[in-house]
């Protein structure tokens, strides 16, 4: 199993395994077509042929298709995984655009050598045939010359000639009118007399009492082929069967050559042949073969017939030695300069191919680099480095990576610093969220809430509600200089130092403690018992404590107040911040502006402080600027829509006043990120 499983794996690596329908159809196409050739081969060996025919029909059909099939899917295969790599990318750019132009070329020079040299070859041997013609002309003009000065008795009938200068010649003196209607005047060619072909000459010779008609005739056998083939090779004539159709329907017939047998319409000709090939004059002396139509005249009739063909071998040397001797040693020059050419140019393409190579393995082997880089990164490994041996622009690539890794590298530090720096973040968020009043906090005729939410992790906003007694209660509300931890841990630290001096204030003192609190609080006096903690006493202490403890250009904003259940009064003391404002219930409001400057600003700064009385139904509503100043293209948010949001839901809970406020300063600035901390403290006075 396991073996098998290692199998599928790799054909699925491979892309062999078939995923979607075209291969899936294909297989299928395939499966049935492996039965079809198991039935012919068992009713093959049953004998059953009738069988066998109609599933050949249907065997050859679904081979042409899986043919075409198997070959979408190859070049589908080829393209999604030989084509994936770059390499083998640039292997077929090359191929297409180097080697198989070359490889055309080659083929088109070889083909185009082939053709002359057949051509050339043809002339040669042609040639060689119209030489013996002309001497065979020669000699029937001497005989006929001859025949003209014999008496008339002895000039008719068959002559005895040289089978030195012509094997097989035959001459024969008859009158012209019995020769074919025809030839009408002297006549010297190539002949196809009774399935055989002759180098014929007539010379028609006048006498009296009629015109004679000299015929000389030499047949194209394997003697005289011989002759013609000393110096040229091996030559075989093609003569087809009288039988055959010829040329005298005006139509042309078929030669085939195939596997070295030849066949004119189907049909196997007469064969003659003769001579040898001669031995090679060099190391590499090719041969080939070419073929030459001929198109006697039918003797007969007149016209040509094509029915002969002749075949012959011959080498590049033999060749070149004739259109040596017809040139005088042009050819020789010829062949030399293009051995050179040759010999030059394969040089050349061998230097370009080295060069080629040398320019492949380096482009392929900067983007493998670049791949593997990925593949490192990938993987979170940012320490890997790509070595650099070049100087062009992939190197440049591969070093801008490697800076690239460098900068992600840094990146990734930091983040983790950030990180570490959010978190402890978060830390401080719920250090400062512990500061805000969890509980609701009130009297017997007052309640109140507050709500603060930060622009950034933690506030640098400030508001508590200080229960001193069960009828009494505080209520601060601050503003810190800047934002971020510096103005949070500000904020915990005028937390602190308020809680702390509401405590000292409100302990009692003993006359002696009193003139100290006199001399270091410049204060005038303090009375030995403190019903209530001073806001502007706490106000000038935390003052200068800021002012001690800070640098110069921290600062806050601070409202306190203190409230008494029983006479329903306020008393206050505002050092800075936005004034607080009193919402009576016909809709008048009041504004809680007497103080003095922000703490920690300036030294020794004093400040006054108010008792103001609230009614039944008055809201009291301290803000910061992140309540009012938001903006978009109208202005600011300001104060009187903040007032007519609250006046608007009076009548609800204070928890839920304030998310009606706080949501209206948030679709006013839209989506758009929070400028400020947001604060908001209502107290309401029950009826």
């Known amino acids: 199993?396991?073996?098998?499983?290692?199998?599928?794996?790799?054909?699925?690596?491979?892309?062999?395994?078939?995923?979607?329908?075209?291969?899936?159809?294909?297989?299928?196409?395939?499966?049935?077509?492996?039965?079809?050739?198991?039935?012919?081969?068992?009713?093959?060996?049953?004998?059953?042929?009738?069988?066998?025919?109609?599933?050949?029909?249907?065997?050859?059909?679904?081979?042409?298709?899986?043919?075409?099939?198997?070959?979408?899917?190859?070049?589908?295969?080829?393209?999604?995984?030989?084509?994936?790599?770059?390499r083998n990318r640039l292997i077929v750019t090359y191929l297409f655009i180097g080697i198989v132009p070359m490889a055309l070329v080659a083929y088109m020079a070889m083909t185009s050598f082939q053709f002359l040299a057949g051509q050339l070859s043809s002339y040669v041997t042609l040639s060689g045939i119209d030489v013996e013609m002309q001497r065979l002309q020669s000699a029937n003009s001497s005989t006929a010359a001859l025949v003209a000065k014999r008496p008339a008795a002895l000039r008719t009938g068959p002559l005895e000639t040289d089978e030195s200068l012509f094997p097989g010649r035959t001459v024969q003196i008859s009158a012209q009118s019995v020769q074919p209607k025809w030839l009408q005047d002297n006549f010297d060619g190539l002949v196809l007399d009774e399935g055989k072909v002759y180098l014929r000459a007539v010379k028609f010779v006048d006498s009296s009492p009629q015109p004679l008609a000299v015929v000389s005739s030499v047949p194209l056998d394997q003697r005289l082929l011989a002759r013609i083939a000393a110096d040229i090779g091996p030559l075989t004539l093609y003569v087809l069967p009288e039988k055959a159709p010829d040329a005298r329907g005006g139509r042309n017939i078929t030669i085939q050559v195939e596997d070295g047998k030849v066949t004119v319409d189907g049909q196997t000709p007469i064969i003659v042949s003769a001579g040898a090939l001669p031995p090679a004059r060099l190391s590499w002396d090719p041969t080939f073969t070419f073929y030459t139509p001929m198109a006697p005249a039918d003797w007969k009739t007149g016209e040509k017939n094509r029915s002969v063909l002749l075949t012959g071998t011959m080498r590049t040397s033999g060749?070149?030695?004739?259109?040596?001797?017809?040139?005088?040693?042009?050819?020789?020059?010829?062949?030399?300069?293009?051995?050179?050419?040759?010999?030059?140019?394969?040089?050349?393409?061998?230097?370009?191919?080295?060069?080629?190579?040398?320019?492949?393995?380096?482009l392929?082997?900067?983007?493998?680099?670049?791949?593997?880089?990925?593949?490192?990164?990938?993987?979170?490994?940012?320490?890997?480095?790509?070595?650099?041996?070049?100087?062009?622009?992939?190197?440049?690539?591969?070093?801008?990576?490697?800076?690239?890794?460098?900068?992600?590298?840094?990146?990734?530090?930091?983040?983790?610093?950030?990180?570490?720096?959010?978190?402890?973040?978060?830390?401080?968020?719920?250090?400062?969220?512990?500061?805000?009043?969890?509980?609701?906090?009130?009297?017997?005729?007052?309640?109140?809430?507050?709500?603060?939410?930060?622009?950034?992790?933690v506030s640098g906003d400030y508001y508590d509600f200080l229960a001193y007694a069960p009828e009494q209660v505080g209520i601060a509300v601050g503003d810190i200089s800047g934002k971020g931890i510096s103005a949070a841990l500000l904020m915990a630290?005028?937390?602190?130092?308020?809680?702390?001096?509401?405590?000292?204030?409100?302990?009692?003192?003993?006359?002696?403690?009193?003139?100290?609190?006199?001399?270091?609080?410049?204060?005038?006096?303090?009375?030995?018992?403190?019903?209530?903690?001073?806001?502007?006493?706490?106000?000038?202490?935390?003052?200068?404590?800021?002012?001690?403890?800070?640098?110069?250009?921290?600062?806050?904003?601070?409202?306190?107040?203190?409230?008494?259940?029983?006479?329903?009064?306020?008393?206050?003391?505002?050092?800075?911040?936005?004034?607080?404002?009193?919402?009576?219930?016909?809709?008048?409001?009041?504004?809680?502006?007497?103080?003095?400057?922000?703490?920690?600003?300036?030294?020794?700064?004093?400040?006054?402080?108010?008792?103001?009385?609230?009614?039944?139904?008055?809201?009291?509503?301290?803000?910061?600027?992140?309540?009012?100043?938001?903006?978009?293209?109208?202005?600011?948010?300001?104060?009187?829509?903040?007032?007519?949001?609250?006046?608007?839901?009076r009548d609800l809970p204070l928890e839920r006043i304030c998310e009606m406020a706080v949501s209206a300063v948030q679709d006013w600035i839209g989506s758009t990120e929070q400028p400020d901390d947001v604060t908001l403290v209502l107290a309401r006075r029950t009826k």
């Open 1 to 86: 199993m396991a073996f098998w499983s290692a199998i599928s794996e790799r054909l699925a690596s491979l892309g062999l395994v078939p995923r979607t329908r075209v291969a899936r159809l294909t297989a299928y196409l395939a499966g049935i077509e492996l039965v079809l050739l198991a039935l012919k081969w068992i009713f093959r060996l049953a004998g059953a042929t009738r069988i066998v025919r109609p599933l050949d029909r249907w065997t050859t059909v679904l081979g042409y298709v899986l043919f075409f099939l198997l070959l979408f899917l190859a070049l589908r295969w080829f393209r999604n995984h030989v084509m994936w790599s770059v």
């Open 319 to 362: 060749l070149s030695s004739h259109l040596s001797s017809a040139t005088s040693g042009f050819a020789d020059a010829l062949l030399i300069r293009l051995a050179v050419l040759a010999v030059t140019f394969a040089i050349f393409m061998l230097l370009a191919w080295l060069i080629g190579i040398r320019l492949t393995r380096t």
């Open 364 to 457: 392929t082997y900067s983007v493998a680099n670049l791949y593997q880089g990925t593949e490192h990164i990938n993987r979170g490994d940012f320490t890997h480095r790509i070595q650099v041996h070049e100087n062009d622009q992939l190197a440049a690539l591969q070093r801008s990576f490697n800076s690239m890794t460098d900068s992600l590298q840094k990146l990734i530090a930091e983040q983790k610093e950030k990180e570490r720096l959010q978190s402890e973040l978060e830390i401080a968020h719920e250090v400062q969220a512990q500061l805000f009043p969890r509980e609701l906090c009130g009297t017997r005729t007052l309640e109140m809430h507050g709500v603060c939410r930060p622009a950034r992790i």
């Open 493 to 649: 630290t005028i937390h602190s130092a308020v809680r702390a001096y509401e405590q000292e204030l409100m302990a009692p003192v003993s006359a002696s403690s009193a003139a100290a609190y006199a001399t270091d609080m410049r204060i005038a006096t303090i009375a030995p018992r403190v019903a209530r903690p001073s806001p502007s006493q706490m106000l000038w202490l935390l003052n200068r404590h800021l002012y001690q403890t800070t640098q110069p250009e921290k600062y806050a904003t601070l409202f306190l107040g203190f409230y008494d259940d029983d006479g329903c009064c306020l008393t206050y003391s505002n050092a800075g911040h936005l004034p607080p404002i009193i919402l009576s219930e016909d809709g008048s409001t009041r504004r809680l502006d007497v103080g003095g400057t922000v703490v920690g600003l300036f030294d020794d700064r004093g400040y006054e402080e108010q008792t103001v009385e609230l009614y039944p139904g008055d809201i009291f509503i301290a803000f910061s600027d992140g309540m009012t100043e938001p903006e978009n293209e109208f202005g600011e948010f300001g104060e009187e829509r903040l007032i007519e949001t609250i006046a608007a839901h």
